[in-house]
């Protein structure tokens, strides 16, 4: 049985990493700067996910997830790693 | 007054206070433990010394100068003849003594683990790090050290010391004293110290046995004078006695060389005191009471809890420009105004400033005096004060009113009593929602209670059995017109709860519009006169004829307070409470209600048109016409309903339940019959013969078919009762139109009240095996476990009266535990939320601009916008467009 994958469960939003050279372009269009994004740690099972994928991710990445809702069709979010271990 | 930031807090270090900061930031020390002389003048080096703060008008504070408003106070201290331990540092104090050796002071750690310690922990900053990490690190280092029985420094046998709660240590069942303990603790080295999480700069443990006590400024413990002419001390004040007297009679006894059991005595006594004047509830010593046998407020008291300086200080404030009395209903008012008694409107000020404009009509109103009425004796606003510019308030009374109306200049504030117009907050506890403080507008009525239209008790969760409200006049201008815009009674009749409507016509409204328009009742032209004369209109509707005689139509009527172009189309909920078919199934003309440019054509208007929650009309209204034209309506519907139900009179009585003899004898034959059945399954069970359901024990089964057994009787009979109660009996007319009660409880009075539950299950509880002595042991039948077969009309015997009192009292219970349990969640989430705020892109923030949802709620939509939570109605939007299109 292979490693259980977080991000395939129906349960669990789709996290996308975003691309360094495009954090600025995000931050722009959310006139934001980027400690004032909602925090992930990095020890989120969906982070550590994510680096199967895309190697180890440092402190201050940002994750962009995308949510279904029932009034909005899909919604986006966006979360920066943090490298703080939450409870 | 400074606005805006003047400093930011960069950081804050927290530390333990030194003895020597103690003495350094003391003004004097205290010796005496008297407090004022027979002058009733401050005794030097006493607990209320003049260095300490002055709080009697006249004096001057030795320290800084200032008189009573001036001086901020300032602390003193207090030389305690021998140490003491500080109760809120008893965890860490016992946590020392354990992890440190006892004669060398060291920690109990070989200096290899000190090594690598020390490496881990410089990895952190003790004093810009989580504490909670730094605390879980410290936690096992100490712990380690404390488990070992050797010092590994100097090798000293270490003995186990136990807490003797709240502040006695014992070491092999001899007591160490607080001076012990302070030199143990005195001998570890600095460098030990960051292994506990200390700072050795701002903490050293021996800090936390005191030997100098701070005594805190007079301002903080200010003596009241009683009108008797007595002084009346503060209980910190009276405690700071206690301590000194203590402290005294124990340094006397230690220098003139009194037994060491009496020495002890004392210092256990002086550690009493020193230990509730922090905490008065400490655990394991009884509280220090006042000679009235009233427990002290202490230091901890003063913070703690919902009375404590916190919630009850910080978090909410008493305020002025208020007012609270018993509410009452009043029809003839809008859902927008509040009556206000005019003793209360009297008391109540707005201030007026003064300007170019405004000067004339200013000093004519304070020429008025502060009791003006008009020529019919009716009220009109008066002053009552008059501020200067520099701030002095000058009253108004009948006799210096013209005098001072001269006086008053451009640049003056004046206080002017309310006036009719005025928009105010009204609001009643418990405010669980916005709309517990909505904006009136004010009525100046006589009498002595506030007063309001009755549609909105809903959103209040009013009654008038004694319920009291507040009423907040609000001082500025950009105050009132925010209640105005957003807190007015009309912008909060959509519930942001659910997107409908949450206030609407209650009881005898939507008895009344049932009345009016079911079947389409016939109302002569004098009636019709009648009943509209309540309501502003300028023509009758269309009239009818027959025989010559006019007369008009129910629904007519309805129609005049419908906005013109208004088309709705539902079902009333006339079916919904019968059980089986219901008579109207096939009938749309009664059932469904259907709407065309404002005109009713047919249906019945009950609690789903008119009521709150679900009041459709309303709810069309307000999405088509807006706020201002929904009030309107709620106004008129509300008054027609009274103008209708005082004509007609409505009433119901005990005679209403009447049913005939053989329904009775039906009845009767029902509940035997359950009981019968009841017998045989408890027969089949006690033969083992019971199939168990899947799932289920045998037991359990038994009792869900009891349960559905006593469920059967229950409704059966309620049918056979309703059967003979149609819609012209006025119980029946409340329970189908929505008004108040349901079916069932007509059922429970006429028909039979039923099984009563616990716990969803019959009564098991009371005696051993059985709910009440008079029943065998185990005993499971149907009278033995809560099944009353009476009706409430017939009576209950005294057995089923007890059984339903037990009921009953689950709802109580549940109630209670609910309504505290909520309260305190309700609590959490107000705290977490209360500065989050929605910029103008929707997005959600913290105070720091941190951001917590980009787009409110996920998708940005104001739920008391939303159609129930969905964003539009389509299938409403069609047909009306559709009917628009017609037209
Ligand atoms: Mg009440
Ligand atoms: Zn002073
Ligand atoms: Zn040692």
């Known amino acids: 049985m292979g490693k259980l994958n977080v991000l395939r469960h129906e349960l669990v939003p789709e996290h996308h990493l975003v691309k360094k050279e495009d954090e600025d372009k995000v931050l722009k269009e959310l006139n934001i700067a980027k400690d004032l994004l909602p925090k992930i740690s990095r020890n989120d099972p969906a982070v550590k996910a994510l680096e199967d994928i895309h190697g180890p991710l440092e402190e201050g990445r940002i994750i962009r997830i995308v949510r279904k809702s029932p009034t909005a069709g899909f919604s986006i979010y966006y979360r920066a790693i943090s490298g703080e271990i939450f409870k | 007054m400074t606005t805006g930031i003047s400093k930011r807090i960069y950081r804050i270090q927290f ?26 003048y401050p005794i030097e080096r006493g607990l209320m010394d003049l260095h300490m703060g002055v709080i009697e008008p006249g004096l001057k504070c030795t320290t800084c100068g200032g008189k009573v408003d001036e001086c901020p106070g300032h602390f003193g201290h207090i030389e305690l003849a021998m140490p003491v331990v500080h109760v809120g540092f008893i965890k860490e104090v016992k946590t020392f003594l354990d992890s440190t050796c006892k004669s060398c002071g060291r920690i109990k750690l070989t200096d290899d683990e000190i090594k690598t310690y020390r490496e881990r922990m410089s990895a952190y900053n003790l004093s810009s790090s989580d504490p909670e990490v730094i605390g879980i690190m410290s936690k096992k280092m100490t712990d380690e050290a404390g488990q070992r029985m050797v010092c590994p420094h100097c090798d000293t046998q270490q003995s186990k010391i136990i807490l003797d709660k709240p502040t006695t240590f014992r070491e092999e069942g001899i007591k160490v004293t607080p001076k012990e303990i302070r030199e143990r603790l ?41 009108e008797t002419g007595e002084r009346s001390e503060d209980d910190l004040t009276h405690k700071l006695v206690d301590i ?85 209903p009043e029809p003839f008012l809008s859902i927008n105004e509040v009556g206000v008694p005019e003793k209360a409107a009297r008391e109540l000020t707005v201030p007026v400033i003064v300007n170019i404009f405004n000067l004339d009509s200013v000093r004519e ?123 007015k009674v009309q912008e909060q009749i959509m519930s942001p709860r659910f997107g409908g409507p949450i206030i609407g016509g209650i009881h005898d409204h939507i008895t009344s519009m049932f009345l009016l328009t079911h079947g389409n009742p016939r109302f002569t032209e004098e009636e019709t006169i009648h009943i509209m004369s309540y309501i502003d209109v300028d023509s009758l509707p269309e009239p009818h004829s027959e025989n010559g005689r006019k007369y008009y139509h129910g629904r007519d009527i309805f129609s005049t307070i419908l906005p013109d172009g208004l088309n709705t189309k539902f079902s009333s909920k006339l079916c919904s409470g019968a059980k089986e078919k219901c008579e109207y199934e096939d009938d749309p003309a009664d059932k469904e209600v259907f709407i065309v440019d404002g005109k009713m054509r047919h249906g019945t208007i009950d609690e789903s048109a008119i009521g709150p929650f679900s009041g459709e009309i309303i709810n069309k209204i307000y999405r088509k016409y807006g706020a201002v034209e929904t009030s309107r309506f709620i106004d008129r519907m509300t008054r027609l309903a009274v103008g209708l139900i005082s004509l007609r009179g409505f009433t119901t009585g005990i005679m209403d339940y009447d049913i005939p003899e053989n329904a009775v004898s039906r009845i009767e034959e029902i509940s035997l019959d359950a009981i019968d059945r009841i017998n045989k399954l408890i027969d089949t069970y006690k033969k083992g013969q019971l199939q168990p359901a899947p799932g289920r024990s045998v037991e359990e089964t038994l009792e869900i078919e009891i349960l559905s057994v006593t469920g059967i009787a229950r409704d059966e009979s309620g049918k056979i009762a309703s059967s003979y109660l149609g819609l012209s009996n006025p119980s029946v007319i409340m329970a ?62 005294p057995l089923e009266y007890f059984m339903h009192s037990i009921g009953g009292r689950e709802g109580l219970v549940d109630t209670a535990v609910r309504t505290s349990r909520s309260g305190y969640m309700q609590r959490r989430l107000i705290n977490a939320f209360e500065d989050l705020k929605v910029d103008e892109k929707k997005q959600v923030q913290d105070t720091v601009g941190a951001v917590i949802q980009f787009k409110y709620g996920e998708d940005g939509v104001d739920p008391t916008r939303s159609e129930n939570g969905e964003t539009v109605d389509v299938d409403y939007l069609a047909f009306d467009t559709e009917l628009e299109v017609e037209e």
């Open chain 2, 365 to 487: 109103l304070v020429a008025r005096g502060p009791e003006p009425r008009d020529e019919f004796d009716k009220y009109l606003a008066g002053v009552n004060y008059i501020i200067r510019p520099d701030g002095r308030r000058v009253k108004i009374s009948t006799q210096n009113a013209a005098e001072n109306a001269e006086r008053v200049e451009v640049g003056w504030t004046v206080e002017r009593q309310l006036n009719e117009g005025d928009i105010v907050l009204f609001n009643r506890q418990p405010s669980l929602h916005r709309m517990s403080m909505m904006g009136h507008t004010v009525r100046i009525l006589s009498g002595q209670t506030f007063r309001f239209n009755l549609a909105v008790c809903t959103p209040y969760n009013a009654d008038f059995d004694g319920d009291e409200m507040n009423l907040h006049i609000l001082q500025k201008e950009e105050a009132r017109a925010e209640a105005r815009i957003i807190m």
């Open chain 2, 736 to 797: 189908r139109s929505g008004a108040r009660a349901k079916m069932l409880n007509i059922s429970e009075v006429a028909g039979m009240v039923g099984q009563q539950s616990v716990r969803g299950g019959r009564l098991n509880r009371g005696f051993y095996g059985r709910t009440l002595p008079h029943f065998q042991i185990g005993d499971i039948g149907a009278e033995a476990r809560g099944f009353v077969k009476s009706s409430y009309k017939s009576g209950l015997n």
């Open chain 2, 244 to 328: 000194i007297r203590i402290s005294q009679r124990l340094r006397e006894s230690r220098d003139n060389g009194s037994p060491q059991l009496i020495i002890e005595d004392l210092w256990d006594l002086l550690q009493f005191h020193v230990t509730t004047y922090f905490d008065n509830q400490t655990a394991g010593i009884p509280p220090a009471r006042h000679r009235s046998g009233r427990a002290l407020k202490t230091l901890v008291q003063r913070l703690k809890g919902k009375e404590g300086r916190f919630r009850s200080n910080l978090s909410g404030k008493r305020v002025n420009f208020s007012a609270r009395t018993v509410i009452s």
């Open chain 2, 186 to 226: 005195e001998r570890i080295p600095d460098d030990d110290l960051v292994f506990f999480g200390f700072n050795h700069e701002v903490a050293r443990p021996e800090w936390m046995i005191l030997t100098v006590l701070p005594v805190p400024p007079i301002n903080v413990r200010p003596s009241i004078t009683l």
């Open chain 2, 15 to 40: 530390g333990l206070l030194a003895p020597e900061e103690v003495r350094k930031m003391s003004q004097v020390k205290v010796i005496t433990a008297d407090t004022y002389d027979d002058d009733g």
